[in-house]
């Protein structure tokens, strides 16, 4: 099932209305218990609970009361409350025997001593950078503290909607989140002061939820199904022919890999088109040597290949290169030196558009700090700018179309390495070429290449290859798609 990616949801605009509230009640009562169940997971002892004003403060006591019930020593330190739902659930927490203590720095340091685990439930979806200086303290306090630490829905001090960590924030051992996945918990140094995150729905009505999205993150199920389903009687000419045309003097390995990477996707056929020597690094590999780009584009007149992967490696001149591929009007993923910002609006509805930060800084001229620190904008802007369908390439990947966004599952760290993203354009033109909508080779291709790198990290770890991402795309397919 698709999760969502959320961005921050006023409770207060809902609590205004009766069964609004209502509802909300019941998803508070849910999240805290679903924080409860979470903090079982951790060994037996004290757990301390830290409060703030607002719903996210209403989680950690309706989790403090759950506790409780249940037989768990629990300390609650809690600010004055400015959510009515806050209010009622200090009520409730009284009611069922449990004291509340006032939330100070001191109070944080003196309870964490013998606490096996620590909640924080300071600041969820409604803060607003930046930080007032008394929960500064209280996070620093947090960090501090020398026990575990489960987060509520995103940890305090992040700004749900940044991939940036602002100092202080929480470091999280886990966090819980509500819902939906946020931009915080998914990107950047912000996803790092998450740990591990598991996602508690809610069974809050769909309208919520999809009011709030912002993005889709597919599970493998879906992405699977997208994949080509290939027939018994199928040969290499109904699978797809492939063109990679890339390559200069010094950077002639690019191409081959995306011929490897467009081979080990299911293409029938990829032959490498270049003015320099390609590596034949697979013999199944048609290499093309030209002696210039017009006497190639004359040979090449009289054919049209099934998707048309330019740019690896192509040297100056790739933006007149990738003009004359996108005349065509064959599926084409435009990539590395192809991506240059004169040909913005040259490209049709078929094409795949693959940057990375830097690339994308380059397109939409600024800079990759602005971009990466917010991802999904980034992704939004390169779309209506380039049009067709754009991979911003990243761990996770974003895929941005005219339906919206789509944020991918997995991937390694190990996956940073040279000609990885040579690879995934191979994949995305073998997609391509066997018939998937651009839409869905982007969301199928990132993923059977995320899932590739988790398979050959388990082996490599970070001494990961580009080939070896490629030879586990089989794997990565089966694992996606079953045996068939
Ligand atoms: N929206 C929903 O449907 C649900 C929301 N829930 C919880 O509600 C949270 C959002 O609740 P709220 O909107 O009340 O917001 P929060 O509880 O996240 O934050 C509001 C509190 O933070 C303080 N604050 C905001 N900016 C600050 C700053 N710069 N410096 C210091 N303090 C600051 C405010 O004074 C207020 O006390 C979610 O993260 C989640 O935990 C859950 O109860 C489940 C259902
Ligand atoms: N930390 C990471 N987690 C997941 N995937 C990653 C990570 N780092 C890089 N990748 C993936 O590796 C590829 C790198 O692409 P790119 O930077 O274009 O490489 P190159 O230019 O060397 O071919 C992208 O598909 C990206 O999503």
Redesign the pocket.
Known sequence: MTELVLGPREAGAVDARLAQAALLDLAMEEAGAAVAAAARNYPDGPVLLLAGGGANGGDALVAARHLHVQGREVTVLAAPPTHELARLNRRRLRAVGVSIRFLTPEAVQRFARGAALLVDGLLGTGFRPPLRPPLATLIEAVNAAGCPVLSIDLPSGLDALSAEAPLPAVQADSTVTLMGWKPALLFGTAAARAGRVTLAPLTVPPGWVHEAALAGRPADAEVGALLPRRQPDAHKGTAGHVWVLGGHPGTTG?PAMTGVGALRAGAGLVSVHSLADIPLVMPELMIRRHRSWASAFSTMESQRPDAVVVGMGLGPQAAEVARRVLSWEVPTVLD?DALQPELAGLGHASCLW?P?PGEAARLLNTSTAELTRHPLDAARALQQRLGGVVVF?????VVAHEGGLSVARG???G??????????SGVLGALLGQGLLPWAAAVAG?RL??RA?ERAAATHGYGLS?SDVAQELGGAWRDLRGPS
């Open positions: 690019a590395a693959t990375h390439k990243g761990g996770p990947s991937g390694h760290p996956m940073a390495s040279a000609g990885m993203g040579d690879t995934l990132v290449h995320a790198g580009a």
